[in-house]
């Protein structure tokens, strides 16, 4: 596609309940990214994807998180036993591989609710 | 670990005025910096970036930043302010050559004032 994609754009979730984000990236992006931004934070890596490589989850904040991308293109975030500090803005980018200096594209966010 | 620091969580500007929103980078020179401008309910726009070609960077939205070495810095200026400036902008820096992951400040608030 011409940006990358995630969906949905809002999720309400009840305490306790999983959840998944899907970020459909750029056609041809080898790199996948995915970011979590709270009130008042900055961005904080979550988890990064690179082509066939193992993914460098060093950024996931506890087991309840993990990520999953399959044939090297769409990507899915899923938080199980949500939460209420899991309640952010959940941000996808992505790049082509080795090509850091030009920068990630970024989706519109998924901004996660939970009640 | 890279990391940089953006001073003033919140900054304000008269239109037409000048933008100074600082970034300083941790002591090790980075491969690259970066600049992004997020508007509300948006994602993340990239505004430009420094690869070492050039310490003076150009931007979109008349935006640009100077690298300075010495001072560890990499600044954002714009002449003079727009009320569509109005938005949050976040400086990032990179790991390492070959390690893609970019490491955010904590961004700046910048409101304009008519």
């Known amino acids: 596609g011409a940006g990358v994609s995630q969906s949905p754009s809002n999720k309400v979730t009840e305490k306790g309940k999983d959840v998944e984000l899907r970020c459909d990236p750029i056609?041809?992006?080898?790199?996948l990214y995915w970011y979590r931004q709270s009130l008042g934070q900055g961005l904080e890596f979550l988890i990064y994807?690179?082509?066939?490589?193992?993914?460098?989850k060093s950024g996931l904040p506890s087991d309840r998180f993990s990520a999953e991308r399959t044939g090297g293109s769409v990507s899915t975030l899923t938080i199980q036993r949500t939460q209420q500090e899991d309640s952010a803005v959940y941000l996808c980018?992505?790049?082509?591989?080795?090509?850091?200096?030009?920068?990630?594209?970024f989706g519109s966010g998924t901004r996660l609710t939970v009640v | 670990a890279q990391s940089v620091t953006q001073l003033g969580s919140h900054v304000s500007v008269s239109e037409g005025a000048l933008v100074l929103l600082r970034c300083n980078y941790s002591?090790?020179?980075?491969?690259?910096l970066f600049w992004y401008v997020q508007y509300p309910n948006q994602g993340l726009q990239l505004l430009l970036k420094?690869?070492?070609?050039?310490?003076l960077v150009k931007g979109i939205n008349g935006f640009e930043a100077e690298f300075k070495k010495s001072e560890t810095s990499f600044h954002l200026t714009k002449p003079s302010a727009h009320m569509s400036d109005a938005a949050e902008y976040f400086c990032a820096v990179s790991e390492d050559f070959g390690n893609e992951k970019l490491t955010f400040g904590t961004g700046t608030r910048l409101t304009i004032i008519p």
């Open positions: 420094y690869t070492s070609a050039a310490t």
């Open positions: 994807f690179q082509g066939n490589s193992a993914p460098d």
């Open positions: 056609s041809g992006h080898t790199a």
């Open positions: 980018a992505s790049s082509l591989a080795g090509q850091t200096r030009y920068g990630y594209t």
């Open positions: 002591s090790s020179v980075p491969p690259y």
